[in-house]
């Protein structure tokens, strides 16, 4: 059983797609109850950024997400702290678990496209068995979850809405263990 739970979200800038999905993820663990703390980190970033205006009108146009400060939140590169911190990092594409493995080495079997772990993980074991197994496979473009960066609004919605049906999943077999 899974009593609490230490997530970072990780994409390129941690403007956009890492940040939608850490305001989603406290968003479910509020609603479900969950025991869940949240961080978000970014593999190339500008240190301090704001989210972008399409970002937060994407996140303002969910209107299942409940309400957040997103004038909070600032860009951060993924450290040693916050590696050793997480249970897990769920990533947005390839290339984010490719930088965890081989810049933190020893996070690669906590590591994973979220789209992928929902996708493969078995249901019949524990969340660290599920996370292991996936973070040992390849990881496969297929699942990446495609930067909005430099799109129209249209653009930043339709990445929000597939986060937002992959963390609504994502809590749904996470949770049925915590419960």
């Given at each position: 059983m899974v009593s609490s739970l230490k997530l970072v979200t990780l994409c390129t800038g941690n403007v956009a797609r890492s940040v939608m999905l850490g305001y989603m993820f406290e968003s479910l663990a509020k609603v479900g109850g969950f025991d869940w703390s949240v961080r978000t980190a970014g593999t190339h970033v500008v240190e301090g950024s704001a989210m972008s205006s399409r970002t937060r009108d994407a996140l303002l146009a969910l209107s299942d997400l409940?309400?957040?400060?997103y004038g909070?939140?600032?860009s951060h590169q993924l450290t040693s702290d916050d590696v050793a911190w997480?249970?897990?990092?769920?990533?947005?594409?390839?290339?984010?678990?490719?930088?965890?493995?081989v810049n933190f080495p020893e996070?690669?079997?906590?590591?994973?496209?979220?789209?992928?772990?929902?996708r493969?993980?078995?249901l019949d074991i524990t969340f660290n068995e599920q996370l292991r197994f996936v973070a040992s496979r390849e990881p496969l473009p297929v699942f990446d979850v495609d930067d909005p960066a430099g799109g129209d609004q249209a653009t930043y919605d339709a990445c929000a809405t597939k986060l937002w049906e992959l963390a609504q999943v994502f809590s749904t077999i996470v949770g049925d263990e915590e419960g």
């Open positions: 409940g309400e957040h400060h909070g939140h600032r997480a249970d897990a990092i769920l990533t947005s594409e390839v290339s984010h678990v490719n930088f965890v493995r996070a690669a079997l906590k590591s994973a496209l979220l789209h992928q772990f929902v493969e993980a078995p």
